[in-house]
């Protein structure tokens, strides 16, 4: 087999705490090698090192076609055939599609300027070479859905001719069927001889696409296994140290007098009049292919987008906010989609994240009863950080998300509304949030959630309301569907 790219000795410490600890491994021709791990663990330091992004310690080397060097520079990693597409989103939202792909290596005319209609061209061609029908060149990046910027991501990577391609989590916002397509796109990829790290925490897409598991625990390699000779609970057990059910089993309690009523909500082409009722200590799910317009919805029922119709209702009193500052203030608190975007401060420290809309609301601020408390989410939710005055920019991803959350379930609200609150978390983590979801159920509050990964929606909602085009179509008792079910509805057979 030929040899694409071998790390020997890697480590990475910041200010003295080990991320990466001497990891040293191979990527061969053609294979899909999966690293895993829990929130923290070090696989993204690991595939940014590759990049180039970021230099390791001194001591390692990074062997690239046989070539070795102590670190690489992004434009050297890249001219090298090493394309990534990072855990976070990473374009440009008021570009067109096809002025992202070429973003730093721009088509241009003799006379120097950029030549548009040949970067949309060869964007075209690119979407058409990988059956990607829906997303066009000269479409406006703004537009697009998170799975489709997805694509767009995988489109500029591979535009150079890729050998070894690096994908980040590239499912944790996509859904069902967008998910199924990228993984075929990765195996046929992986068939033409480019070698794949693939980063994921779904462990069922890593035993679909997988040639080998590399399991990383605090920055360390604790095991690196063949797929075929290896298994879901036995790759589980090797990262968090402990056995895990696939379906969180939670209890079910009869719901409150509440009321709350989401009344003839509409947006132009992606929502049309959607009206349902959650009542109170429920969790009422939302499910619906990617593009479904759940995002929509609740985006307008937070009060973020123009809103001329829809109204919420609680207890019979008009509660619809006018902007996301008056839902807080009316005590509706949101976690969005897209974390960088919409919710956290990332040059701002852990705790000021963590406590920014609680303490808005106080004159005087108790700073040793604030350490306790942030202390407290920390350890609930398990956010790992060198301390709570790290800014959030240097957290992992998935410990980025667990901040919004601790945030969100502090603030003294009634409604919450949780877009896919669990994307990118580790399977340990993702039990603890919806253990705190839960709590929040019971004292009676109203719980919104959208997700796209079912056994989630399913074990944790007690109705599901299906969106299908922007409508809402059906509405099911959680406990009594499956999967398959849910699918046929999403899909409206
Ligand atoms: N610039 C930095 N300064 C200090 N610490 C950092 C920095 N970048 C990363 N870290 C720390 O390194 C550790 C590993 O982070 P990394 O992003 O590699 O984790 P990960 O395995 O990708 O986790 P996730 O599943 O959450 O994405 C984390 O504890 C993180 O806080
Ligand atoms: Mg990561």
Redesign the pocket.
Known sequence: MEKLLELKNISKS??G?T?LDNIGVELEKGEVLCLV?E????????IKIMAGVIAPDRGGSITVFGSSYDRLYPRQAKNLGIATIY?DIDLVDNLTVADNIFLGSELRKKNGFIDTKMQEKNSDELFRRLKISKIKGEMMLSDLSTAQKQCVQIVRALKDEAKVLILD?PTASLGEEETRILLDMVVTLAKNGIGIIYIS?YIDELFKVGSRLLI?KDGRMVDIKKTSETNAEEVIHAMIGRDKVSFYSRKYFPPGEGILEIRNFSQKKTVHDISFTVRQGEVFGLGGLVGAGRTELVRMIYGCDKNRYGKVVLNGKDITPENPKDAIKKGIFMIFEDRKRDGLFSLRSVKENITISTNEKKEFIDLKKETRIVGNSVKTFGI???GQETEVV??????QQKTLIARCVLDPGTVYIFDEPTK?V?IGAKEEIYKHMLDLAKEGKYIIIISSDMPELISISDRIGIMREGRLVDIVQAKDTTEGELMRKYLGF
């Not at 929130?39 to 690991?46: D, F, I, L, V, Y």
């Not at 240097?394 to 410990?399: A, E, P, V």
Request: without cysteine; neutral net charge; aromatic residues 4%.
């Open positions: 910041y200010a705490i991320v791990g929130n923290g663990a070090g696989k993204s330091t690991m855990q989590e925490h990383l790992k950080s060198s240097n957290l992992s991803g998935g410990n990118g580790d």
